[in-house]
Every structure is written in C-alpha cells, then in structure tokens.
C-alpha cells in the first residue's frame, strides 16, 4: 500500500533561517508526491509536486522540495524562513490503484522572530 | 473565484440529526473527492467521484454517511443520525487528471452536542 511518513510532529525555526520539513514516502512503481500547507480553519493549500523529471521541484511562496528515490525522500525546504510560514505542513502521496491522496500525518511549523 | 466551494462552512447540530454538505468543484475538473479531518491530524479519505460516478468508499463511511453527485457537477455529503465522534472538518477536493494535485475547498466544519 502507499504510504507517506512525516517524523517530526513539530519543527522549530528561527526567521531568516532555513528550514527542512521530512517526508519518506513507500509506494509500489513511481511515486506521485505532494506538499501542502494548511492555516488554521482553513482548507488545503497546494505547494508544490513530484511527478517526473528534475529532482529538486520549485513551488509557491518561495519553497522547494527534493525528491531522492536512494532515500525514498522528499522533504520540503526553504532557504529563509518568515514569520507567516507558521502553519501546518502535510505530505501526500497520489495512490496510482484509487486515484486518491494519502496524507501523512502533518508537520506543525512554527518560525519565531 | 472559480475554486472549490463549500456550504455550510460552520454547522453545529445536535445528536440524532441529520446534515448535509455541499462541495461546488473547479468546473471542468470531472474528480471530485471527500476527506475527514480531525484536530491536528492529516486528511482521512471518504469517498471518490469521477464525474457522476462514485468509484471509492472508505471503511470510514458508515452507512449513515452517503454521497451524491447526481449530474457529475456539484455533490452532497449527508450524515443521519449524527454521532458526537462525527465532529470534524469535512473537505471537499477536485482534480482535472490522475497525477495532479488536488484542488481544496475551506472545508465545513461540523460540531455535533
């Protein structure tokens, strides 16, 4: 079955630093992987995706992801962190068999001034 | 705005009654899916349309839970009998294709007393 794994319940980080949000994925064939963010009452917002090509994947608000298939990594990173990136960060992958969305278990991330 | 839209976007109900929601997906987009999400967990998968079609239930939805899309545009999620474990935040998601994102509407949270 595929799965997604987020290690980290909470990550902490300090403005103008960057910052590393962890997902591992086990999918059988390739992996279709997702980042999104969530504020609170809010709904899901899209970041950015893995679906084939250049390992390391742009997405909104200035974040990047790296996709390693040696690692069966994908973890969500930003080279300076703001304020406003506090929120809740869940990764996903795109189960090929259900055409469904599994979703880790969330990152909650919290930049301090 | 032309995102997913849902209504109500609060509901509170008493025990024993029944609910319904409404998600509005992108318009074109013919893959229109039903998470549930508790107090900082990821998104639990439901059940999933591909246009009129629902092609996926989850263990999750008991049979007092039941989805339509009567004409492969909007749907409806109905809970009878609500049950205080029923408290959560309900999302509604569309997608164009079988390897993209998922697009989220704001959700709508339910409190059953």
């Known amino acids: 079955a595929q799965s997604v794994a987020q290690p980290e319940d909470q990550v902490k980080v300090a403005e103008g630093n960057p910052l590393t949000v962890k997902c591992t994925y086990s999918v059988s064939g390739n992996p279709y992987l997702f980042w999104y963010v969530q504020y609170p009452n809010r709904g899901l917002q899209f970041l950015l995706k893995?679906?084939?090509?250049?390992?390391l994947v742009k997405g909104s608000y200035g974040f990047e992801a790296e996709f390693n298939k040696s690692q069966t990594s994908f973890h969500l990173k930003k080279p300076s962190a703001l304020v406003s990136d506090s929120a809740l960060y869940f990764c996903a992958v795109r189960d090929m068999n259900t055409d469904k969305l599994i979703f880790g278990t969330g990152t909650r991330l919290q930049v301090f001034p | 705005d032309t995102g997913v839209s849902q209504d109500p976007r609060h509901k509170i109900t008493k025990r024993g009654q029944n609910v319904t929601f409404r998600c509005d997906p992108i318009?074109?987009?013919?893959?229109l899916y039903w998470y549930r999400q508790t107090l900082g967990q990821g998104p639990e998968f439901l059940t999933y349309f591909q246009n009129e079609a629902q092609l996926e239930k989850s263990r999750l939805l008991s049979d007092r839970f039941s989805a339509e899309r009567p004409k492969g545009s909007f749907s409806t999620l109905e809970i009878q009998r609500t049950e205080q474990g029923d408290s959560a935040m309900y999302l509604c998601?569309?997608?164009?294709?079988?390897?993209?994102?998922?697009?989220f509407g704001e959700g709508s949270r339910l409190t059953v007393l």
């Open positions: 998601a569309s997608s164009s294709d079988r390897v993209g994102e998922l697009f």
């Open positions: 318009s074109e987009h013919n893959r």
């Open positions: 893995y679906i084939t090509g250049d390992n």
